[in-house]
């Protein structure tokens, strides 16, 4: 099997791209889109899986590169598994996630006003690997954890501050990024896709 050598980083997001490059071993040439100047493709798809490699695949055939994409999320149980797929969707300018998580608050609220010890969650990544000849592979993770009760921690991004992970009494937003990149749902997923890298 042959390894990656170079890839472009399917992602517009910033905090995506550098744990995306975080992960990948240090000699791997790595791109990101912004350099091509693409805008992301429309995500129709109605799972992470299909999401991811719509990016994946719409982004190797833009810069003729292998690309690594990933689509993830927030499932909260008490919500029905929302914001799930649409989890970006949720802040109404792109990146917003403080809007973001103030939706979750407000939605958990008018379900039940004293649900601190019904808030279980998960965080789920699926990454997919497309190459510019069609070949394509793909890995999905899930971490599972709880709601916390507010927003604590400035670290990491999207919902990072309001996800505690099981096993664990700080959020990720307050974890140092070492150990947060060390347990989470994206480290997982990478770990079954690092064979095309190491």
Not at 66 to 88: F, K, M, Q, R
Request: charged share 30%.
């Amino acid at each position: 099997m042959k390894k990656i050598k170079e890839i472009v980083i399917g992602t517009n997001n910033y905090g995506k791209y550098r744990e995306i490059c975080g992960l990948l071993p240090k000699k791997i040439k790595k791109f990101s889109i912004k350099k091509f100047k693409i805008l992301g493709p429309k995500e129709t798809g109605g799972s992470f899986e299909e999401n991811s490699m719509i990016k994946a695949s719409y982004f190797s055939k833009k810069t003729n590169l292998v690309c690594l994409a990933d689509d993830s999320g927030l499932e909260i149980d008490l919500l029905n598994g929302a914001p799930g797929i649409y989890s970006a969707r949720w802040a109404s300018n792109k990146g917003n996630f403080d809007e973001a998580i103030e939706k979750v608050f407000k939605k958990m609220n008018k379900i039940k006003k004293d649900w601190k010890n019904e808030s279980t969650a998960r965080f789920i990544c699926c990454l997919s690997i497309y190459w510019p000849n069609g070949k394509s592979y793909f890995s999905k993770a899930i971490v599972k954890g709880k709601i916390s009760t507010q927003k604590k921690g400035n670290n990491g991004f999207g919902y990072d501050p309001i996800f505690i992970p099981c096993g664990y009494k700080k959020t990720f937003g307050e974890m140092k990024p070492k150990l947060k990149m060390s347990i989470d749902h994206r480290y997982k997923a990478f770990l079954k896709i690092k064979k095309f890298f190491i």
